[in-house]
């Protein structure tokens, strides 16, 4: 690779190519704790293409066919840098959304079994039972924290039958994730507050693997220990890798989307009252859901060679972000594009992003959407969301709330 590329540098180049300068900053500007989204949303207004000179320094990408045109070229542009709009981003990688082709096709196909439509329809018992008992407790109570009692435990406790773990670790886990949206740069620089409490679900996994080279079951863990790429058995650290990942882009990611669906729904009493007479608008309103609410909303990528792209001159090492809630309400792709629509036909959103890097867990979300918003409006067809005023954003690889203050009746909207 090239010298590292300096904000100046790429500023200057931006410049001299007409381009929109701002300092659009998803790590740090409270505009993004407050109204993620719509902070995004608003970004269009600078052009198909801008450069920020927040953090490092990274172009930022808000058209639909320019996203697709980067996000399914491996060969001029990396997925090698989760986090290319922080500080000081993390130095390890995730494995295998941060490999390219060859690399990244080998382990893509490796994990595929875990993934695929038949592995997730035996999981999604466990997301049904889970929904029904967290809606009766709800209900029980009359209120709750619908992101940290719902949206997270129904993945985890998905994610935890697939590790082979006892439910007993969910806890654990959502605090883990609770956590993570509380931090960023401005309040824990070093990473060290997250970092101390990754401790524990790290270890968690660690001691699976162990046991699970002593005896092996029917999971994620036991799989992963009889697999060889290339000849050669996986490590343990691979491994460990590997259970991080899919715990952080399976947990997350489809917490982000129930919650701001189900805010969405509690503002639509029509829309909910279709869910339980009509079934198959499920199916529809879920796209929709992971359109309008698409929860990694920056992609990143780099460039891998200096390239002419469109007229600006990308230089290798250069910085990009693919902003997916600006592609996803392109006017020139999405008739009435801001709006929420349950019945869109066609809807060629890519909020599971592009490519070879599309979400190997998308049938694993599509199904834990599925079943929470069936079984829960079986048992919770009305109810409310309590005062938003307080809420904040975590935006990391997924735009979380970090709260979402939830009230069951029968006498709302």
């Not at 990754?198 to 036991?222: C, G, H, L, W, Y």
Request: glycine share 6%; hydrophobic share 40%; proline share 8%.
């Amino acid at each position: 690779m090239s010298n590292e590329i300096t904000v100046e540098d790429a500023e200057a180049r931006a410049r001299a190519a007409g381009v929109q300068i701002l300092d659009f900053d998803p790590e740090c500007d409270p505009a993004f704790r407050d109204d993620p989204l719509g902070t995004m949303l608003a970004a269009r207004r600078a052009g198909d293409i801008f450069y920020s000179t927040a953090a490092r320094g990274f172009w930022v990408v808000t058209s639909y066919p320019l996203c697709r045109e980067i996000g399914t070229d491996t060969d001029n542009f990396s997925n090698r840098e989760t986090f290319t709009f922080y500080r000081k981003p993390s130095p390890g990688i995730h494995i295998p959304p941060n490999l390219d082709p060859p690399e990244h096709t080998k382990i893509r196909r490796m994990l595929a079994p875990l993934l695929s439509p038949s592995a997730v329809k035996k999981l999604e018992p466990a997301a049904r039972e889970s929904v029904r008992r967290l809606a009766d407790e709800v209900v029980a109570r009359g209120h709750c924290d619908f992101m940290a009692d719902v949206a997270l435990r129904v993945p985890a406790d998905v994610f935890l039958e697939h590790m082979g773990l006892p439910v007993e670790h969910t806890d654990d886990i959502v605090a883990t994730r609770l956590l993570a949206g509380e931090l960023n740069a401005s309040n824990d620089p070093d990473g060290s507050r997250l970092a101390a409490a990754t401790t524990k679900i790290n270890q968690m996994f660690v001691e699976v693997i162990a046991e699970r080279r002593r005896r092996p079951a029917d999971d994620i863990p036991s799989y992963l220990l009889a697999q060889e790429i290339d000849g050669k058995p996986l490590t343990d650290k691979e491994i460990l890798t590997m259970c991080y990942t899919l715990l952080g882009t399976s947990l997350g990611t489809t917490a982000s989307t129930m919650a701001m669906l189900v805010a969405h729904l509690a503002h639509e009493p029509g829309l909910r009252r279709s869910i339980t007479t009509d079934p198959d608008m499920v199916g529809g309103l879920i796209e929709e859901a992971l359109r309008y609410f698409p929860s990694i909303p920056l992609l990143p990528r780099t460039v891998r060679a200096d390239i002419d792209f469109h007229g600006l001159p990308w230089k290798e090492g250069d910085r990009l972000v693919l902003l997916l809630p600006t592609a996803n309400t392109d006017p020139g792709v999405f008739d009435e594009a801001s709006t929420f629509d349950a019945d869109r036909r066609p809807n060629r959103h890519i909020g599971f992003g592009l490519g070879p890097h599309t979400c190997a867990g998308s049938h694993l979300a599509r199904m834990e959407l599925r079943a929470l918003v069936e079984e829960w409006h079986a048992k919770v067809p009305d109810y409310r969301v309590g005062d938003l005023s307080e809420v904040k954003h975590e935006l990391s690889v997924a735009i979380r709330m970090t709260t979402l203050p939830f009230v069951v009746g029968s006498s709302v909207n």
